[in-house]
C-alpha cells in the first residue's frame, strides 16, 4: 500500500519498546511486543484517518452517526493488519526477531465493549462502512468492564468482572478538549420569556463531564479509516464545590466517584431501582455526549440548522439510544431557539430506528418516576411529542381513537407509568427497519400493527450481515487462501463473487481440499477444548456447534433433549448411530436469568454422564466451552460441520451466527426463523436441514398446544423426561431438575419444544446418515460457503446507505484497495 514505509514501521516498533517502555528488546515480554507492534501500526491508521476526514471535508458529504450501546469490536491487531494489506510482511518482521506474529495476537484482550449480536452487528457495519468508503462513525461507551467473564465451577455458571485496560489499550487514542458537560438531575420551574411564551427552567441539575477516546477503523483496502467514538464519564473537576465548602469533603469526594462509575460496567444489574436508574443514566449519558459531538461537528462547516438532516443521518441501534429524540429536539429547541414544528421535522428526517427484538418483555419500558428524577425536561418534552401525537390519533381515528392511543401512546398508563421506548423511537423516526425479512413483517403485522397501519412508508427490511474480513479472511486463513487460488481475491470486498466456487461443486479433488481445511480447523479447536476443559475429542467426529446467548427461546434445551435421547438410545437400545458426534456448546446466561443458568448446569451434567460412560463415549461427546466471546468464536466457527439455529420460530429477529457458521461451510439445523429462511433461500432446500414449526404454525397451535399430549404418545420423549426428572443426571443434588421438568411438563412449554421434538430428531437422524456420504456431504458444506454472498455487511450497509441514510461513497480513486 502507498502508506506503507517498512523502514519507518521498524523505527517505530523498535522506538517504542525504548523509549515508551524503556526496555531493550530482549528484555521485552509478549505483551510488550504486542503493544510496540499495536502503536507501530496506530501511527499509519492515524496517517489515513487524517487524510479520509480531509477527504471528507473537501466533499461536504453527509454523515452517519451509528448509535450503540455495545460495539463487540473483537481483538484489533490482526483484523487491522489484514484491512491495511500488512500482516505478512508484519509477520516476517517478527520472524526475523524470532517472534511469532500468531503468539502476540493471541496476547491480545477482546475489548469489553458488548455482549452478543447487537453489538457484534454495530462492529461488523462499521467495518463495512470503512470497506466501502462511506462517512460512518460509531458512538459507544467506553466500559472498564463487559458483560462478565463466564467460569463454570462444578457446572454451574459463575461470573467474574470482565476488565479490559482501556486505558493502557494502545488503539484508544485518548482526546484532549471537547469534553461535554452534560445536566442531570434537578427540577424544572415553570417560567415565561420576554414575550410571554412558556419558558421552562431545568434548574438545580447537576453535572457529568462526557470525555471521548477513539477507536481507529481500517476499511479493507487502506483507504478509509473512519473512528468509533466512546465516551467516559467524569465528575466535575471540582466535585460539588458546594459540599466541599460546607466542609464535607469526603462526600464530594464520594460524589464523584459515584459519577465516574456510570461508564464502569456494561448493563448494570436492573432488578434492583439503584440499578434501573444507572441504566437510564448510561443510555442518556450516551446520547448526551453523542448528539453534543454531532452537532459540534456539523456546526464547523454550518451557521444554521437548515441543513442538518441533508448532512448527518443517526441510526439508533435498538432502543438504548432512543433518548435521542428528545436530547435533539431539546438542544434544537431549548439551546439554539427553533420553533417546535421545525425542530420536529428535522428530528424525524435525521433519525432511523432498527429493531431487533420480537420479545415484548425485551422492549425496554422506563418508570415515568426514575425518568423525571433524572432527566425532568426530557420527560416534558416527551409528554409535549406525546400529546401531539395522541392529538393527531383523535383527529384521524375520532371514535375509535381511545383503542388505537392505549397501544400507541408513548406513556404506558396505569398506577405505575411507564415511558415506552419503542414508541418514542418510531413516533421520532423518519425511517424503522427489522433485521431480516420475515422479522420485518412481524414488527409489521404481530408487535407494532398500529404504527404500520399509520405510517406504511416508514417500515423496510434491511436483513442482517457479517463482515467477511473477520469472519471468513482473519478467522479462516487456511480457507481464505484455497478460495483465493480457486477465484482470486476480488471476493473479498464483493462476496457476491464467492458464487464463483461453484465451478468446482462436482471436482473431487476441490471438495478433497475443502474438507482437509475443515479437518485442520477441528483439530485446532480439539485442541482447545483439550486446554481449557481437559476433555478429549474426535476431530474426525461430527461437529455439532450451538454457540450463542444461552436463552430459553434459542432452545438449547431442544438440543439438550436429543442428546440424552441419543445417549439413551445408544447405550439401552444399541442403537448405530452411524458417524461419532461431539456436541459443543458456548454461550453467557445473564446474571439473574436463573432457568438459563440451570440448562448450562444440566448440559454439563449430561456432559459428564455421556463422557465417563465407556459404553457411549466412543460415540457421543459433550462439551461446553466458557466465556463465550469474539476470540473464541473466531475458533469454533471454522471447525463446525452442523450449525444448531434452532430458536422457537417468530422469536429470532435475525441472528448473524448463522451467517458466519455458513459462510465458513458448516451446514444449518434450523427452523424457519429469522434469517435461516434467507439462507435456506439461498443455499438450497438440499444444503439445509429445516424442520419444525413455522412462525403461522406456532401462531396457529398457541392456544390449544399441550404438551402433555405430545408426551403421551411419543415413547422417545417419555425416557427423555423421565431422565430429567429423575436423579439421573443430578445423584449428589436430588430434584435439581425439577424446575425444567416442570417448565415443560406442567407449565406449558411456552417455547414448544415437544411440538418440534419428533421433528428435531428427525432431522438430526439424516445429518447422522448424510455425513458419512463424504463427497455429498462436501458438497454441501461448499454450497453455503458459497451462497452466502448476499450475508455480507457491506450488502446490509449499500442498503442502508441508499434507502435510509441517504450517504454515498467518498473514494480515492488512485488506489483499488485490493490485496491480500
Same mark, same amino acid.
Given at each position: ?5 517498512f523502514?519507518?514501521?521498524?523505527d ?7 523509549y515508551?517502555?524503556?526496555?531493550k ?6 505483551f510488550?511486543l504486542?503493544n *510496540? ?13 487524517f487524510e479520509?476526514?480531509d477527504r ?20 484489533l491487531l ?7 494489506g500488512?500482516y ?6 517478527l520472524?526475523k526477531?524470532g ?10 484482550r ?6 452478543g449480536?447487537?453489538?457484534r452487528? *454495530?462492529?461488523?457495519y462499521?467495518?463495512?462502512l470503512?470497506t466501502?468508503?462511506?462517512p460512518g462513525?460509531?458512538?459507544?461507551? &467506553?466500559?472498564?468492564?463487559?458483560l ?9 455458571q459463575?461470573?467474574?468482572p470482565d476488565y ?21 438531575y434537578? %427540577?424544572?420551574e ?6 410571554g ?11 457529568l ?5 477513539d477507536?481507529?477503523v481500517?476499511g479493507?483496502?487502506?483507504?478509509t ?9 467524569w465528575a ?9 465548602n460546607?466542609?464535607?469533603y $469526603? ?7 459515584q459519577s465516574?462509575?456510570i461508564?464502569?460496567i ?12 444507572l441504566?437510564?443514566?448510561?443510555e442518556?449519558?450516551l446520547v ?10 456539523y456546526?464547523?462547516t454550518?451557521?444554521t440548522?437548515?441543513?442538518?438532516h ?6 439508533? &441501534?435498538?432502543?438504548?439510544? *432512543?433518548l435521542?429524540? #428528545?436530547?435533539?429536539m431539546r438542544?434544537? =429547541?431549548?439551546?439554539?431557539?427553533l420553533?417546535?414544528e421545525?425542530a ?11 429493531n ?11 418508570p415515568v418516576?426514575?425518568?423525571e428524577?433524572?432527566i425532568?425536561?426530557h ?5 409535549e411529542?406525546?400529546?401531539? $401525537?395522541?392529538?393527531?390519533?383523535e ?7 381511545a383503542?388505537m ?7 404506558q ?9 419503542a414508541?418514542l423511537?418510531?413516533?421520532?423516526s423518519?425511517?424503522?427497519n427489522?433485521? #431480516?425479512r ?6 409489521k403485522?404481530?408487535?407494532v ?5 399509520l405510517?406504511?412508508?416508514k417500515? &423496510? ?5 457479517v463482515?467477511p ?8 486463513p487456511?480457507?481464505t487462501r ?5 477465484i482470486?481475491i476480488?471476493?473479498i %470486498?464483493?462476496?457476491?463473487?464467492i ?9 473431487p ?5 475443502f474438507?482437509?481445511? %475443515?479437518?485442520?480447523n477441528?483439530k485446532?479447536l ?21 454457540a ?5 427461546y434459542k432452545r438449547?434445551?431442544?438440543n ?5 435421547h441419543?445417549?439413551?438410545a ?29 440448562i ?5 451434567? =449430561?456432559? %459428564?454422564?455421556i463422557?465417563?460412560?465407556?459404553d =457411549?463415549n466412543q460415540m457421543?461427546?459433550v462439551?461446553f466451552?466458557?466465556d ?8 469454533i466457527?471454522?471447525a ?9 420460530a417468530?422469536?429470532?429477529?435475525s441472528g448473524?451466527?448463522?451467517?458466519k $457458521? ?5 451446514v444449518t439445523?434450523g ?16 444444503n439445509?436441514y429445516?424442520?419444525?414449526?413455522t412462525v403461522d ?5 398457541r392456544?390449544?398446544?399441550?404438551p402433555?399430549?405430545?408426551?403421551d ?23 435439581l431438575?425439577r ?7 406442567n407449565h406449558?412449554?411456552?417455547y414448544?419444544h415437544?411440538?418440534?421434538f419428533?421433528?428435531?430428531?428427525n432431522a ?18 461448499l454450497m ?21 441514510w ?7 480513486n488512485?488506489?483499488n484497495?485490493m $490485496?491480500?
Amino acid at each position: 500500500m502507498s502508506y506503507f514505509d517498512f523502514t519507518s514501521f521498524e523505527d517505530s516498533f523498535h522506538d517504542h519498546i525504548k523509549y515508551v517502555l524503556g526496555k531493550k528488546i530482549q528484555d521485552a515480554s509478549r505483551f510488550d511486543l504486542l503493544n *510496540a507492534i499495536s502503536a507501530a501500526v496506530k501511527k499509519y491508521l492515524v496517517d489515513i484517518s487524517f487524510e479520509t476526514n480531509d477527504r471528507y471535508r473537501k466533499n461536504n458529504t453527509k454523515r452517519l452517526y451509528y448509535v450503540s450501546m455495545e460495539f463487540l469490536i473483537g481483538r484489533l491487531l490482526s483484523n487491522n493488519l489484514l484491512n491495511l494489506g500488512i500482516y505478512d510482511a508484519c509477520s516476517r518482521f517478527l520472524k526475523k526477531m524470532g517472534y511469532d506474529l500468531k503468539d502476540l495476537v493471541d496476547e491480545e484482550r477482546d475489548p469489553a465493549l458488548g455482549n452478543g449480536g447487537l453489538g457484534r452487528l *454495530a462492529a461488523c457495519y462499521l467495518d463495512s462502512l470503512a470497506t466501502l468508503d462511506m462517512p460512518g462513525f460509531g458512538y459507544g461507551i &467506553n466500559y472498564d468492564y463487559g458483560l462478565f467473564k463466564q467460569i463454570i465451577v462444578n457446572g454451574y455458571q459463575k461470573e467474574k468482572p470482565d476488565y479490559w485496560p482501556n486505558q493502557s489499550s494502545p488503539w484508544l487514542i485518548r482526546r484532549s478538549g471537547n469534553q461535554y458537560m452534560i445536566p442531570i438531575y434537578g %427540577k424544572i420551574e415553570d417560567s415565561k420569556d420576554m414575550d410571554g411564551q412558556y419558558n421552562p427552567m431545568w434548574v438545580n441539575w447537576k453535572l457529568l463531564i462526557g470525555k471521548h477516546h477513539d477507536i481507529l477503523v481500517a476499511g479493507y483496502g487502506g483507504q478509509t479509516v473512519n473512528r468509533l467514538r466512546l465516551f467516559s464519564a467524569w465528575a466535575s473537576e471540582d466535585f460539588d464545590i458546594q459540599i466541599f465548602n460546607d466542609g464535607d469533603y $469526603f462526600k464530594a469526594v464520594a460524589r464523584k466517584i459515584q459519577s465516574e462509575t456510570i461508564t464502569k460496567i456494561l448493563y448494570p444489574s436492573d432488578t434492583k431501582e439503584a440499578g434501573k436508574e444507572l441504566r437510564l443514566v448510561q443510555e442518556y449519558f450516551l446520547v448526551a455526549c453523542s448528539v453534543r459531538d454531532i452537532i459540534r461537528t456539523y456546526q464547523k462547516t454550518n451557521k444554521t440548522f437548515d441543513q442538518f438532516h441533508k448532512k448527518v443521518a443517526i441510526q439508533l &441501534n435498538d432502543t438504548h439510544p *432512543a433518548l435521542t429524540v #428528545a436530547e435533539l429536539m431539546r438542544i434544537l =429547541v431549548d439551546e439554539n431557539s427553533l420553533e417546535w414544528e421545525k425542530a420536529w421535522n428535522i428530528t424525524v428526517k435525521t433519525l432511523g430506528y432498527t429493531n431487533h427484538t420480537l420479545l415484548p418483555e425485551a422492549l425496554e419500558t422506563w418508570p415515568v418516576s426514575i425518568v423525571e428524577k433524572v432527566i425532568p425536561r426530557h420527560l416534558q418534552i416527551i409528554y409535549e411529542i406525546n400529546q401531539r $401525537f395522541i392529538s393527531s390519533l383523535e383527529a384521524k381515528y375520532k371514535e375509535n381513537a381511545a383503542q388505537m392511543i392505549s397501544k400507541m401512546s408513548i406513556i404506558q398508563e396505569g398506577e405505575n407509568k411507564h415511558v415506552r421506548m419503542a414508541n418514542l423511537a418510531i413516533i421520532g423516526s423518519h425511517s424503522v427497519n427489522g433485521v #431480516a425479512r420475515v422479522h420485518s413483517e412481524l414488527v409489521k403485522t404481530r408487535l407494532v400493527p398500529e404504527f404500520y397501519n399509520l405510517w406504511p412508508e416508514k417500515f &423496510n427490511n434491511k436483513t442482517n450481515g457479517v463482515t467477511p474480513r473477520r469472519w471468513l479472511v482473519n478467522c479462516n486463513p487456511g480457507l481464505t487462501r484455497f478460495i483465493c487460488d480457486a477465484i482470486g481475491i476480488r471476493w473479498i %470486498k464483493d462476496l457476491e463473487r464467492i458464487w464463483e466456487l461453484e465451478a468446482f461443486v462436482s471436482d473431487p479433488g476441490f471438495l478433497e481440499g475443502f474438507m482437509k481445511i %475443515k479437518q485442520e480447523n477441528k483439530k485446532v479447536l480439539a485442541d482447545i477444548i483439550k486446554e481449557k476443559v481437559f476433555i478429549t475429542v474426535d476431530p474426525t467426529s461430527i461437529f455439532d456447534i450451538h454457540a450463542k446467548r444461552i436463552h430459553e427461546y434459542k432452545r438449547q434445551l431442544l438440543n439438550v433433549l436429543h442428546i440424552i435421547h441419543l445417549y439413551l438410545a445408544v447405550k439401552e437400545d444399541k442403537l448405530d448411530i452411524g458417524h461419532p458426534r461431539t456436541f459443543i456448546f458456548a454461550g453467557k446466561a445473564a446474571p439473574g436469568y436463573h432457568t438459563a443458568k440451570l440448562i448450562i448446569k444440566l448440559i454439563h451434567s =449430561v456432559a %459428564k454422564e455421556i463422557n465417563q460412560d465407556p459404553d =457411549v463415549n466412543q460415540m457421543i461427546k459433550v462439551v461446553f466451552l466458557p466465556d463465550y466471546r469474539v476470540s473464541l468464536a473466531e475458533k469454533i466457527i471454522p471447525a463446525a460441520d452442523v450449525s444448531e439455529q434452532i430458536s422457537t420460530a417468530g422469536m429470532e429477529a435475525s441472528g448473524t451466527g448463522n451467517m458466519k $457458521f455458513a459462510m465458513n461451510g458448516a451446514v444449518t439445523v434450523g427452523t424457519l426463523d429469522g434469517a435461516n429462511i434467507e439462507i435456506s433461500e439461498q443455499v438450497g432446500d438440499e444444503n439445509i436441514y429445516i424442520f419444525g414449526l413455522t412462525v403461522d404454525q406456532v401462531e396457529r397451535v398457541r392456544g390449544e398446544y399441550n404438551p402433555r399430549a405430545i408426551y403421551d404418545q411419543d415413547e422417545r420423549l417419555k425416557r427423555v423426561m423421565h431422565a430429567i426428572g429423575s436423579q439421573q443426571f443430578c445423584k449428589n443434588e436430588p430434584g435439581l431438575f425439577r424446575p425444567i421438568y416442570n417448565l415443560l411438563m406442567n407449565h406449558g412449554d411456552y417455547y414448544l419444544h415437544f411440538a418440534d421434538f419428533d421433528s428435531y430428531l428427525n432431522a438430526q437422524a439424516r445429518i447422522g446418515k448424510d455425513f458419512q456420504k463424504g463427497q455429498e456431504w462436501a458438497t454441501k458444506a461448499l454450497m453455503n460457503t458459497t451462497r452466502t454472498g448476499m450475508f455480507s455487511s457491506d450488502r446490509s450497509i449499500k442498503e442502508y446507505a441508499s434507502e435510509i441514510w441517504n450517504i454515498q461513497s467518498q473514494t480515492d480513486n488512485a488506489s483499488n484497495g485490493m $490485496f491480500l
